[in-house]
């Protein structure tokens, strides 16, 4: 009796820790509440990033040039900045900036018109100096793209 009711003990211990185990594994992470948003899941294919390539209007309280590559990557003037591509998908960019003036790194997230002509974003901080757990909060802003019919008229006159 003594050793079936130890046998019944270990299967309702296994049992649980199984179930524990399943529970675990099909809840995801949240990555809400420390400074990024979650992540969003593509859903296709990768898109042809010289969409980006060019100048575009960063509008957050002032308007500020950025200046892309081919790859999205580029450079910005206020305080040395750079912006880093690391994604575009199904209308969505996503990369990181930094700010070499200011000791200061982030993430953003763009939501492209469909034609790629502008977009709403939000910006977070991932470092601040030393600090790599920053609770200061980002922003959102709006990109304009320059078209290059503005930029060949402006350049003829």
Same mark, same amino acid.
């Given at each position: 009796?003594?050793?079936?009711?130890?046998?019944?003990?270990?299967?309702?211990?296994?049992?649980?820790?199984?179930?524990?185990?399943?529970?675990?594994?099909?809840?995801?992470?949240?990555?809400?509440?420390? =400074?990024?948003?979650?992540?969003?899941?593509?859903?296709?294919?990768?898109?042809?990033?010289?969409?980006?390539?060019?100048?575009?209007?960063?509008?957050?309280?002032?308007?500020?040039?950025?200046?892309?590559?081919?790859?999205?990557?580029?450079?910005?003037?206020? +305080?040395? =900045?750079?912006?880093?591509?690391?994604?575009?998908?199904?209308?969505?960019?996503?990369?990181?900036?930094?700010?070499?003036?200011?000791?200061?790194?982030? =993430?953003?997230?763009?939501?492209?018109?469909?034609?790629?002509?502008? =977009?709403?974003?939000?910006?977070?901080?991932?470092?601040?100096?030393?600090?790599?757990?920053?609770?200061? +909060?980002?922003?959102?802003?709006?990109?304009?793209? +320059?078209?290059?019919?503005?930029?060949?008229?402006?350049?003829?006159?």
């Amino acid at each position: 009796m003594e050793i079936s009711l130890r046998q019944s003990n270990w299967n309702l211990v296994l049992a649980t820790f199984m179930l524990l185990s399943a529970a675990a594994c099909a809840t995801s992470p949240s990555h809400e509440g420390i =400074g990024e948003p979650p992540v969003s899941i593509p859903s296709g294919v990768q898109e042809d990033r010289s969409v980006l390539a060019g100048e575009w209007d960063y509008e957050e309280d002032a308007v500020v040039t950025l200046t892309l590559d081919e790859q999205g990557n580029g450079t910005y003037p206020w +305080k040395g =900045g750079r912006f880093e591509t690391h994604s575009l998908t199904d209308h969505t960019w996503q990369g990181r900036w930094i700010q070499r003036d200011n000791d200061r790194e982030g =993430g953003f997230i763009v939501q492209l018109s469909p034609d790629y002509s502008n =977009g709403e974003g939000r910006w977070w901080y991932t470092r601040i100096e030393s600090n790599l757990t920053p609770t200061q +909060k980002g922003g959102t802003f709006h990109l304009t793209k +320059k078209s290059s019919a503005t930029n060949d008229t402006a350049s003829n006159r």
